[in-house]
Each structure stands twice: as C-alpha cells, then as structure tokens.
C-alpha cells in the first residue's frame, strides 16, 4: 500500500486551560506531564529528513520507524524498555552511544536491564552508564526548569537534559530517543483527546537549550495515525504489537517482554539534604501563595511539581501580583469582572507588562481571575487597552519611557547616500546612531547631525565587538547593526517592530526584496509566508537584536580575529541559546551590492570558528515556523 508522509503540528494556539491551571497551582499533583495550554503550538521539524527515503515505505510500521534511521552518528538514549531497545536493534552501528541515566545510590534496574540487553543483542555501538549524584540531578533540575517553554512537571526531564549534556561531550548533535511510543503502541493519548502532548518534549527541549537536535521516531503523525486505526485497545494494554515484532526480528527477550518503568531516581534525589534544598526555595519564592497553603511538603512527587513550577514562574513571571499600588481609577471592561475589581487596576496591568516586554520576558501575569488569565494569554489585552484610548494612553505613558533604538554601522563613500534614506525614514527622536566611518567622506549635511562618528579605519565586526558593548547598549530595546548599502525604500519601521514584538523574536531581520544581491537564497522575500518565518539563520547583513540577545550574540564574537563576521550567524541560535529568530517577509530592503568578502581571509576565519565551536550545531538555513 502507499502511505502518505505528511507535516504535522501539536495543536493549534495558546488557549489557556483553566481546569488544568487551576489544579497545577491548588495541587501540583497532576498524574501525567500535561501542559497548561490546550493545544500548544509546537511543530516538531522534519525539514531536514530525507523524504526519498519515505518513497520506500509500504507498510507504515516498521518501516516509518527504518527510514527516519540518522545517516550522521548519535546518541540512543536507551532506557532498558522495549521502545528505546527496538529502536537501538533497527540502528545499531558502530557510531551509535547507548547512554543509560542512572542515580547514584538508586536502584540501577534500568542500567542491569539495559546492560542485559545490549549483551545478549551483541549490538556494536557502545554502552555507557550516566551516573548521577543527587546533587548533580538538583543543580541540573535549577539549570533546565526555568528555561522550558512552560512548566513541565515529568522528573525525566532532569534526566534527559543530563543524558544529552552527556551527548554532546561525547561529540553528538543528535540524541534519538523512545518517546511517543506510548502513543502508538500504549495507552497514552495526544493531541485533541488528551493534553500530554508534552511527554514528548522533556526529551526535545532539553535537547534544545543545549544546541542539539533530538529525533523521536515514534513520535512521527503517521504512525500515530496508523496505530490509531490498527491497533485495539486489548493490544495496546501491553504493547502487545510492539513486543511482539520486536521478538519476531530478534530482539532478546530481556527487552521485548520490559513492561513500561518511570525513571524511580527522582524519588530519591529528593530526599535528604537535596529535599529540604529544594523545600527552602519553594518556601522563600514570592509564588508561594499560588501553591496549596495547607501542604505539608511530604510527597517527592508533589515537591518536584512544585519547584518546577516555582522555577518556571520567577523566571518568566511577574511577582507580588495580589497587590494593587492605588484604587481603580480607570474603567476595566466587564468581562474581566469580579475580584479584578478589588485587586487590579488596568493601568498596573500595562506597567507590569511593559516591565516584562523591557525586560525581555513574556508578559504573563498570574491570578486567580481567570477572565484576566485569558485576555493576557490570548493577546487580547492590547485590544481591551486601544478601546480605552486617551486614559489608557496616559497611564501607559506613566508606565515608564518609550523604546529606544540603536543604529551602528561602518559607512563609506558608497554608503552616505543609504545612511540619509535611513535616518530620514527611521528619524532621530528614538533612534541614537553610531557611524563608523572608514574612507575619507565627511557628513557635513544637517540631516547627519543626530550621528555620532567616530573615524578609524577597520572591518565592520572589528567596530561592533570593540565599541558596541552590552555596556554600551543598556539602554537601548533593539539593536540594528546593519550594512551600508541597505535601500530601505518602502521599509515600514512601524510594522517590523510591531511584527517582531509580537512574536517575541530575539534576533531578526526584514527579508531581502527580489532585487537584492544575495549569497543565501532563505533569506530573500518568501511569497508562501505573509507575514514571515521563524528560522535557524538570520544573515548578518540586515540583523536586528534584542538588548539580551546582542549581548550573547557579543559574548560569541572573536576578540582579536574574524572581523568579517563569517560564521556567527551559524552559530547564532545554538551557541547564544536564542530560540526565536525569524526573517520578516512582510517588510523588505535591497541589498544594492554585492558580497565584497568572498577573495577575503573570511572563508578560512570561518572555517576555523567553526572548528573551534564544533560541539554546537550549525544552522541549515531551515523555516521553523510562520509567524503571526
């Protein structure tokens, strides 16, 4: 038969689930590691798969399973169960690490069975024993909780980001993992009939913060989709098809006949002085009061939940929201009603907001009102304040001081004429602009008297990593360290600006028009997008940053080689931890000439930063998303 190999998404948007919300913060004892957002959205890539492979499939299991094999070595993250274990059979070689987590001084039921296995398969990659100590679980627990798209409240994650960081030391990009299976094969359910659609990411978002890729083979939606068609629930019980193919090609029985076990190291890296560690931050954290305030703190189970939502909101969160700094003054819609009366005012709600958007977070905003969670969630907010006009516009303007831009770049004689167009389009009442200037031009005009010059003669990263400092740039919300020969003829600041807020991009750049001179194609105006597209590669010829994202971006740089620049933007996204770039497709400029570095030392500067940063992954210039 033929088999469809089809994209596919988690969902829709950021819906909040109330019910689901209401019981994480009263409880923190969900069963299963659900998310608080009915159908989050999240793409798992398959872009870079090759899809002539998926021209062989004619029975959707195991072949689904066979063609995603990695022609690139990786890391197996085997945990002694029949879906990693099936998984290791089909692409042993001699390239593969099998990494087992264990916890000191737990039981080491995981790494025996694995062990088991791996020895009766013969298999010929190599078997390594991850040992945890608890501390080593609890720092790495503070390390990764934080910085989840949300809080996850599975203990396997810490293990997980713990195997990968292994990975990565071992000199892998790539970490291929069993979860999903329990979709497939179990009784597990994903997308719109259950919200568990994160059990699969404690494994890819780990993965992520530390630049590497994780490949969930089971997780793919046509064999989700076959599974669901095929398999009866008698069978599913015990993951009876699985297991039973598994012994038919050759899989020890050790393995095959493994019933499903949860990683058991968290129950003991809670306790003893990693417990009361964990309970003394949970008692000092300002969210204290969203918890349950009759806990006793006696379940390990419940302790984790709790810190890792703690963690998750003091770092994405607003603080010490109970408490209104004057009486409502202003009026608040009547659909967010009730105890909003007595405990916000809407104008602290657009100063904790654009506190958050200052500072670089989301603007979440926690309380018990659940009108006020969904207006904040869905992006509504911004509506509800345009309908209030004049009295929302001053309490906004009290709310602190309008964004502020820097412009830096070096400009020669070519150049001066682009630097007008820009400064007349972008203006000088929020824009500073710091002009390096490198060939003997002067700026005399009146519309050059907002710049600040400074004359040397040198490479553009050369000026950006010696003058334009973190230091140097607190001040300023973005930073555009564009090129000199940029036209921004029909280029609307306005709308860039309002489309890279809106999707929290950290590092981006307007598309390049069909008139452009260009070296890499992703980066010209795509048709197929209206607005734009989240990506793993933003060129250093139009870049736009946030203040924290230039900072890391600084932080990468060379200090006394690779002016040209060749190979950041490789790096960009795994070695600064950025999550969100994108190009924007709505808004275009023209590159108006071309590359003049080719015949350069930047080739060769390249290929040395690269080597020298080989444990990070190199962008594939690949589309991650749309965005809105």
């Not at 968290?266 to 002085?273: E, K, V």
């Not at 360290?481 to 036209?487: F, K, S």
């Not at 048709?527 to 990468?556: C, H, I, L």
Request: with cysteine; net charge positive; charged share 25%.
């Amino acid at each position: 038969m033929n088999w469809t190999f089809k994209r596919y998404y988690y969902g829709k948007r950021n819906k909040l689930n109330k019910q689901l919300l209401n019981r994480l913060i009263e409880e923190s004892c969900l069963a299963e590691p659900y998310t608080i957002f009915d159908d989050w959205f999240r793409q798992i890539s398959i872009e870079s798969y090759d899809f002539t492979k998926f021209n062989n499939v004619t029975a959707p299991f195991p072949d689904l399973l066979i063609c995603q094999k990695p022609e690139s070595k990786f890391a197996l993250h085997l945990s002694g169960g029949v879906d990693s274990a099936l998984l290791a059979f089909l692409y042993d070689s001699e390239a593969v690490d099998y990494l087992v987590g264990t916890v000191k001084g737990a039981d080491d039921i995981e790494y025996t069975v694995a062990k088991a296995f791996y020895e009766s398969a013969k298999l010929k990659g190599r078997l390594h024993n991850v040992i945890i100590s608890p501390n080593e679980a609890f720092a790495a627990a503070k390390e990764i909780l934080p910085i989840l798209k949300e809080p996850l409240m599975d203990p396997a994650v810490v293990l997980s980001y713990l195997v990968s960081k292994k990975a990565r030391e071992l000199g892998h990009n790539l970490v291929v993992a069993g979860d999903g299976a329990d979709a497939a094969f179990g009784l597990t359910s994903f997308g719109k009939s259950g919200f568990r659609t994160l059990a699969i990411w404690k494994t890819i978002e780990p993965a992520e913060t530390l630049g590497m890729s994780a490949l969930l083979p089971y997780s793919l939606p046509d064999l989700q989709i076959w599974a669901e068609s095929t398999i009866t629930d008698e069978q599913r019980k015990t993951k009876a098809v699985l297991r039973d193919f598994a012994e038919k090609i050759g899989v020890p029985r050790v393995a095959a006949e493994k019933r499903k076990m949860g990683w058991k190291g968290h129950s003991d890296w809670c306790r003893g002085q990693v417990y009361l560690s964990m309970r003394d931050e949970i008692l000092k954290s300002p969210f204290l009061k969203l918890l349950d305030k009759d806990d006793d703190y006696v379940s390990d189970e419940k302790i984790f939940r709790q810190y890792s939502l703690i963690k998750w909101l003091e770092h994405n969160c607003v603080a010490e929201i109970d408490v209104a700094p004057r009486p409502v003054s202003y009026a608040i819609p009547s659909n967010i009603s009730g105890s909003s009366h007595r405990r916000w005012t809407l104008p602290w709600i657009i100063r904790k907001c654009a506190l958050c958007s200052r500072e670089g977070r989301l603007p979440y905003i926690f309380t018990y009102n659940f009108d006020i969670f969904k207006y904040v969630f869905s992006g509504k907010l911004q509506i509800i304040l345009y309908n209030f006009k004049e009295n929302i516009k001053k309490s906004f303007q009290m709310s602190g001081r309008k964004k502020k831009f820097l412009y830096a770049s070096p400009v020669g004689k070519n150049g001066k004429e682009f630097l007008a167009k820009i400064i007349k389009a972008f203006g000088n009442e929020d824009f500073d602009y710091m002009i390096f200037v490198f060939e003997d031009v002067k700026f005399e005009e009146p519309i050059y008297k907002c710049c600040t010059f400074k004359y040397e003669k040198n490479l553009r990263w050369y000026f950006m990593k010696r003058y334009i400092t973190p230091d140097f740039c607190r001040k300023y919300d973005y930073i555009f360290l564009w090129a000199d020969d940029i036209d921004v003829e029909g280029f609307s600041l306005k709308n860039f600006i309002s489309i890279v807020e809106r999707n929290n991009l950290q590092m981006a750049q307007p598309a390049l028009s069909k008139y452009s001179y260009y070296d890499i194609e992703s980066v010209v105006k795509n048709n197929k997008y209206a607005v734009g597209r989240y990506v793993d590669y933003v060129e250093q010829m139009v870049p736009v940053f946030t203040r924290d994202a230039w900072s890391r971006y600084w932080g990468m740089m060379e200090e006394d080689t690779n002016f040209w620049g060749w190979g950041y933007p490789s790096l960009a996204k795994s070695f600064c931890k950025l999550r969100n770039m994108g190009i924007v497709d709505r808004e275009t400029v023209t590159h108006t000439r071309p590359t003049s570095s080719k015949n350069t030392s930047a080739p060769k500067d390249r290929k040395l930063f690269l080597e020298k940063h080989k444990e990070y992954q190199v962008a594939r210039w690949m589309t991650l998303g749309k965005l809105k």
